[in-house]
């Protein structure tokens, strides 16, 4: 049966004054963006030889259970193709989209490329602790666990716990909505709206496609969504302003995008 995600953004983007100014450095924010990236990359490349070779973690609860009973899509793979395609298609684009032209209608673009920066850190630190959550705990997906018997060992079989697509794209969608709320971006609720909504879909095609229990998907989106709003506010925090400094004004432009699988 074919199913259908709608998903449909408004963003007000202000014509303003300057945004307003965070804390960073540059060399240090790209060289935590670019290591912690590169170890995630690395550890992916690496999961034949660190994944578990048996689940150390093998039986679902009840409410698990109860879940996929209630979740899981007949064509399960369909499901798994449609959250990659939210999370690291629909999702990122759209942020990059808002972030680059809300900063340039606030009167400073390049601001919109620090946005982005410090959007990328903290998924990437996200992304980070989920890598060593799923290397410990090794919990067997749920694929694994009702696949006929005699199919053969996946690496990936076996790293369930938690959920990486929830803890990116949760800690992508509230950093950047962290960020805009910073800046003082008018567009800073829809970013949140909007962020959160895909979020939480690609949470529920995970367990639709079988690829993860509820609990994971929980564990991600609890995980993606504090680093998302603490590494911004921790560790760029807004600038007090200065004194006179011009409020951004409110007579925003809309730009609007739809997608749908």
Partial sequence: MRRALALALVVPL???????ELHGDLATDLAVTATTAAAVVASELAKPALAPERCRWCEPGPVDE????????RAPARARRASDVLAFGVLPAGVALHQLLAARHAGDAGKGLEDLLYVAQATAIS?????????SAGRQRPLAHYAEPGRAHDPDDDLSFFSGHSSAAFALATSAGTVSSLRGYPSAPWVWAGGL?????????????????????LAGAAVGTAVGIAVP?????????????????????????????
Wanted: proline share 7%; aromatic share 8%.
């Fill in 66 to 73: 109860a879940a996929r009973e209630a979740l899981v899509w």
């Fill in 233 to 261: 506010r921790l560790a760029h925090g807004r600038e007090p302003a200065a004194a006179g400094a011009a409020q951004p004004a409110s007579v925003p432009p809309l730009l609007g995008f739809a997608a749908a699988f």
């Fill in 14 to 20: 202000a014509a303003s004054a300057a945004p307003a």
């Fill in 197 to 217: 909504g895909v979020a939480a879909a690609i949470g529920w095609l995970r367990m639709a496609g079988d690829a993860h229990w509820l609990t994971d998907v």
């Fill in 127 to 135: 992304a980070g602790l989920t890598q060593v959550a799923k290397y």
